[in-house]
């Protein structure tokens, strides 16, 4: 069976964009983090900014946000979570590296789980001119179940499943261009977060399908529906009256942006 084929187009989907918001959410502490990594408070970007995830609370720290999207369905997601809460968040459709942005206008640029969907060539040089002097681009990477006493049989049904699709698990081809940003990012530093959550298995099952490999519309109705059989039958019995209590580790990149790669990326 040929594994569908993952691309950023996958997230031009209304279920996918739907189903983002059953995604776990990142640790509080990355927030102020993000927010005390930025040269001020004037301005932050967040780079393919999805529903709204790290946008929507930098908004309560900034007095701007500018976040923008390459799907349609997302920013309508986004819209609908803030509900007009944040007046100085500006959702922007379209793709990034066509922003029209000002040279030194940003403290701050954040990229949650998209940088790798981008075109680096040309996003990074007009990075390195957007933000403002000691400004950093910021990589947030990790909202899945990373520690908890399931996590072994709930890694053994997503390896399956990859390999079941006709894919290849830790492909070193995958890990390679999941870290082909590093290259653009000069004098790179590192932090992990990590929190404690509590989510129904339900929630958890539908957040999956929020992921490009498993989004609805590229398995189709009849392997989605074995695939949360699967997740289900693996983790009902780790589940307390239908809960699950997990813990997310959330890998922080961050430094400043460069308009021309290094010769070799970031050491693990």
Known sequence: MAQPKNSGEDFDDADVARAYANRPPYPPALIEA????????????????????????????????????????????????????????????????????????????????????????????RLARWLRPGAVIAVVEGDGPAEAPWREAYGAVIRGWVERLGGVWNDPAMIAGSRAHEAWIGEPRRAEFSHEVRMSLEALIDGEHSRATWARAKLGPDRSAAFDADLRDALTPHAEEGILIFKVRTRLLYGRPLPEPMTHSVAG
């Open 34 to 125: 993000l927010a005390g990594l930025a040269s001020g408070r004037a301005r932050a970007l967040d780079l393919g900014c999805g529903p709204g995830k790290l946008a929507i609370p930098l908004a309560d720290r900034f007095d701007e946000v500018w976040a923008a999207d390459l799907s349609a369905p997302m920013i309508a997601a986004g819209q609908a979570a803030d509900a007009g809460a944040h007046p100085n968040l500006r959702w922007m459709h379209g793709p990034i590296e066509d922003l029209d942005a000002p040279d030194g206008g940003f403290d701050l640029a954040a990229a949650g789980a998209s940088i790798h969907w981008m075109d680096h060539a040309r996003l990074f040089p």
